[in-house]
């Protein structure tokens, strides 16, 4: 650890050796990175929350915004699976997701789950589209996926926060010498 | 952002616990529901054997008048909506419970017609729920339609009365249409307890969980830091926390370091007031104290 050592300036602000400058500037530099890390970290957890809602918009009104399954793609893919199999994967994916979500909440661990939810959510509006039942089983999926968002979003808001606090922290330490 | 403690431990439960319950019943109706449908469906499929079985005889016959009062009888049962025999040679509507529809051409194309018309050759039979179409009557309520077709069996083609060919393999269809009404009013009814229900778990789950984190983390936590706060002024307060092992621990270890910071401070003032010749009781009994 390179020691300050004030020179005999007279008065004149003090020098720091190059070595302490180019630290400062480095750990300056990580802070500043890291801060912008987290900003686009939050930014990405409200993405997922606008295009899941957007999804569901589109979802709700399937019947204007998509067209109706063709008959061709429909008979190459095969039948849809039973309803019921669809609905026991969403009630099984609520719950593990739920619970995973709040461990990592109480670890405070700092890493996105929103696309991949994004993704999940989405196979499901799609499978009941499929089924041809969306319109019967549209909220069931809504609610799961803005249950499931709203945490995750909280989980990384606090998670930013709580981050972007050290980081403030950490240049104001720089800052004050 | 949310600062609060108490709130935020408590939104992620409250949140979850909420979310679940909802999506829980509402995938739990979604089961109920389908299976009151097809239970609906198999009651309904049920009736259209039971007046294809009880038509049999009179087409059998030829015994027309009879066949046509039973068609009436029977559309005049509450629920159904349409009764209607086509006769597939005249492509007409023979019989029906609306007698403004006898003699009308059949339309292929019809909601009815459509699953077995849909190739160039028709379908000659149907699995049970293909039998089944649901719709909108003009009032906007729905309704079931089962079409059945009426296969030539072997003592229609050969009857001695009218017989068909036995090339014949559908000689016509029955339609008949039921109302969805009771099956609604019941899908009603299970929502509204559902939801009674749903409101009854939440409000019992997250109070309970608000009101055990409230009496047994964030009380606790809110009298420390007034304790804490309190103890800095006046550090004869008493202890807030008998009987909570932990907490009485915090209390401990803070009363001792407020005991410590302030003892120079109450040397020096003990000093102070010696050299003025007064307090150096008064300081000798809050060092004591």
């Not at chain 1, 020691?3 to 480095?26: C, H, L, M, Y």
Request: charged share 20%.
């Amino acid at each position: 650890v390179t020691v300050f050592q004030p020179d005999d300036t007279g008065g004149q602000a003090p020098r720091f050796p190059d070595g302490v400058v180019a630290r400062t500037e480095r750990l300056r530099q990580e802070s500043l990175r890291n801060i912008r890390r987290l900003e686009r970290l939050g930014v990405q957890s409200r993405l997922t929350l606008i295009l899941f809602m957007a999804a569901s918009a589109g979802a709700m009104f399937h019947g204007l915004v998509l067209p109706t399954f063709p008959h061709d793609l429909q008979a190459h893919l095969g039948p849809p699976p039973p309803l019921g199999l669809i609905h026991l994967g969403l009630i099984l994916y609520g719950f593990s997701a739920l619970v995973l979500t709040l461990a990592r909440y109480t670890k405070g661990e700092g890493k996105l789950h929103g696309w991949s939810h994004l993704g999940f959510l989405l196979s499901f509006y799609f499978f009941y589209y499929y089924a041809g039942e969306l319109e019967g089983s549209f909220w069931s999926v809504f609610s799961a996926g803005l249950t499931i968002l709203v945490l995750e979003n909280l989980r990384m808001a606090n998670f930013c926060r709580e981050e972007l606090q050290k980081e403030k922290q950490k240049m104001a330490g720089l800052k004050d010498g | 952002m949310i600062k609060s403690f108490a709130v935020r431990a408590i939104v992620p439960v409250a949140l979850s616990i909420t979310g679940f319950v909802i999506l829980g019943c509402l995938v739990l109706y979604s089961f109920l529901r389908t299976d009151l449908e097809n239970f609906s469906l198999r009651r309904q499929q049920e009736l259209a054997d039971t007046v294809m079985q009880a038509a049999h005889y009179s087409m059998l016959k030829g015994d027309r008048a009879n066949l046509a009062d039973m068609v009436r009888q029977i559309g005049r049962r509450q629920g159904v909506t349409h009764l209607r025999i086509f006769n597939k040679k005249s492509m007409t509507i023979t019989f029906s419970a609306d007698p403004t529809e006898v003699g009308t051409p059949l339309d292929r194309t019809a909601g009815g017609c459509i699953q077995c018309h849909t190739g160039t050759t028709p379908r000659e039979t149907l699995g049970p729920m293909e039998q089944a179409r649901h719709y909108r009557d003009k009032q906007g309520r729905m309704e079931v339609g089962i079409t059945v077709p009426i296969p030539n069996r072997q003592e229609c083609s050969s009857a001695a009365c009218h017989a068909h060919d036995s090339g014949e393999r559908v000689l016509g269809t029955l339609d008949i249409g039921l109302s969805l009404r009771p099956l609604e009013e019941t899908l009603a009814a299970v929502r509204i307890e559902m939801a009674v229900f749903c409101l009854m778990i939440l409000i019992l789950s997250i109070g309970g969980v608000s009101a055990l984190l409230w009496r047994n983390v964030f009380a606790p936590i809110k009298e420390l830091v007034i304790f804490a706060h309190e103890n800095t002024r006046d550090p004869s307060g008493g202890d807030p926390h008998a009987g909570e092992e932990d907490l009485e621990a915090i209390v401990g270890s803070l009363k001792e370091m407020a005991e410590r910071c302030r003892e120079p401070i109450v040397k020096r003032n003990g000093e102070n007031r010696d050299n003025s010749g007064t307090g150096s009781a008064n300081g000798a009994a809050y060092r004591k104290e």
